[in-house]
Each structure stands twice: as structure tokens, then as C-alpha cells.
């Protein structure tokens, strides 16, 4: 291989290497799409999930995983379902912590 296609080879490597390193997406990648349900009934939560925005994204999710495998929903954080959901699990990890 002569000079020409090495010094390519090269340039094509160090700008896949640099472009690797940039994020996709502006937003970021969220779990949750657009706003989110309203509320969940109560009786079909198995568990609840709340993300914090973070470098992958700039959004607070809540997500509801739902009993006997009916999948997952996003619940819109400004709700008051939500905001009791995040109250209780902030209470749940204040007392995990205190434990400790």
C-alpha cells in the first residue's frame, strides 16, 4: 500500500473514532415519548420506576411497569400520580439510607 492510501486510511479511522463520540440525538435517548398518561389505575402497578434526567436525557421519567406481563407505561411527571409515586420512593430511599 503506498503513502496516499495509508495517510486515507488513517484520516477515515481517526474520524470514525471522533464522530463515535457524539451523541446521536439532541434530546438524547428517552425511554419514555411524548408526555405520558395521566394516571395508572393503582391495582395494575407491579412497580414503578422513576429516571432523573442525566446526560442520556434531559427529562424526569416515571415508568409504571404493569402486573401480568401487560407491559409498561410513562406517566407524565407533572401529574399527581406521579408526584405522589416520586414522593413515596424519595421516602423509600431517605429510610434506605438512614438504615445503613
Same mark, same amino acid.
Given at each position: &500500500? $503506498?503513502?496516499?492510501? &495509508? @495517510?486515507?486510511?488513517?484520516?477515515?479511522?481517526?474520524?470514525?473514532?471522533?464522530? /463515535?463520540?457524539? #451523541? &446521536?440525538?439532541?434530546?438524547?435517548?428517552?425511554?419514555?415519548?411524548? #408526555?405520558?398518561?395521566?394516571?395508572?389505575?393503582? @391495582? %395494575?402497578? *407491579?412497580? @414503578? +420506576?422513576?429516571?432523573? #434526567? +442525566?446526560?442520556?436525557? %434531559?427529562?424526569? *421519567?416515571?415508568?409504571?411497569? !404493569?402486573?401480568? $406481563?401487560?407491559? /409498561?407505561?410513562?406517566?407524565? #411527571?407533572? +401529574?399527581? /400520580? @406521579? $408526584? !405522589?409515586?416520586?414522593?413515596? *420512593? $424519595?421516602?423509600?430511599?431517605?429510610?434506605?439510607? /438512614?438504615?445503613?
Amino acid at each position: &500500500m $503506498n503513502v496516499k492510501g &495509508m @495517510a486515507i486510511a488513517l484520516a477515515v479511522l481517526f474520524c470514525a473514532t471522533i464522530v /463515535q463520540g457524539f #451523541p &446521536m440525538f439532541k434530546a438524547g435517548r428517552c425511554l419514555c415519548i411524548g #408526555p405520558g398518561v395521566k394516571a395508572v389505575r393503582v @391495582a %395494575d402497578i *407491579e412497580k @414503578a +420506576s422513576i429516571i432523573y #434526567p +442525566s446526560y442520556n436525557c %434531559d427529562k424526569l *421519567e416515571v415508568i409504571i411497569i !404493569l402486573k401480568a $406481563n401487560k407491559g /409498561q407505561r410513562c406517566l407524565n #411527571p407533572r +401529574s399527581k /400520580q @406521579a $408526584n !405522589l409515586i416520586i414522593k413515596v *420512593e $424519595n421516602s423509600k430511599n431517605e429510610l434506605r439510607h /438512614q438504615n445503613i
